[in-house]
């Protein structure tokens, strides 16, 4: 996809952590780690060649390269709203108009119109269109992500590992990731279904309990943590998709 809209992305700065030369898919026990032979598991996690990148590295450059390209098109221009988002849907006369950018909107500044509006695939904001308009027959299933940043002493680069086991040893759907990156960083996470057996499941804490792993505490042993953040994925596959993608003004 980067390739298609942007064919010369490397030599224009895109920003990219790795490239992945090693790919794993590994199961843990309380203290040793196996890695799965390639015919074992689905071919789509094997991830060699893809490229490791952060996310929000990635938007910020693609918001400086449309507004170059901006620029060069008569008669268009770009707005960036980059501390804004979006609390509601605005529908008017069976359409989508727009949407609140204000928790609680007291005057028309609260609001962004627009003749189309696009929205993200996750979120409660879509999930008002998609409901809206009854776009979608089967429920959609989430999962959290939660994810830690370090620095470490070697460099992992280019190697990608996805984990069962450890520490979902109850049957709660899930697993973990670590992708080494540039500079010696390194990501470590875990996905986890939202809809556990356990009622105090705490994706924070399983996260903690993954990096005692000692695999995962030798790579991060005199270390320093950079970052850390959170996402809700949508999950659920083919029947969990909306019948349509689009809706009046969507």
């Known amino acids: 996809i980067i390739e298609k809209v942007w064919p010369n992305y490397k030599e224009i700065g895109f920003p990219i952590e790795a490239t992945c030369t090693e790919s794993y898919f590994s199961v843990l026990g ?7 032979p390639a015919k074992m598991y689905p071919k789509s996690f094997d991830k060699t060649g893809y490229l490791v990148v952060s996310l929000s590295l990635v938007t910020s450059w ?9 620029k060069e098109v008569p008669n268009v221009s770009l707005d960036l709203f980059t501390g804004f988002a979006a609390h509601g849907v605005v529908f008017e006369n069976g359409r989508v108009a727009g949407v609140q950018v204000s928790e609680d909107p007291k005057s028309e500044d609260d609001y962004v119109y627009a003749k189309f509006t696009c929205f993200g695939d996750k979120g409660f904001v879509s999930r008002d269109v998609i409901d809206h308009f009854k776009l979608r027959d089967c429920p959609q299933i989430w999962s959290v992500g939660v994810k830690e940043v370090w620095q470490c002493k070697e460099s992992y680069e280019g190697k990608v590992w996805h984990t069962l086991g450890w520490p979902l040893l109850d049957g709660t759907f899930g697993g973990g990731f670590v992708y080494g990156m540039k500079d010696s960083k390194l990501t470590i996470g875990m996905v986890i279904s939202l809809d556990s057996p356990d009622p105090n499941m705490n ?4 996260l903690q309990e993954y990096k ?3 695999w995962i505490q030798n790579m991060i042993t005199g270390g320093k943590l950079l970052k850390y953040g959170a ?3 949508p999950e659920g596959g083919y029947y969990s998709l909306p019948k349509k993608f689009t809706a009046p003004g969507a």
């Open 30 to 36: 309380l203290e040793k780690k196996w890695d799965m």
């Open 203 to 206: 994706p924070q804490l399983k």
């Open 212 to 214: 005692k792993h000692p």
């Open 62 to 70: 693609m918001a400086r390269q449309l507004e170059a390209k901006a």
């Open 231 to 233: 996402a809700l994925l």
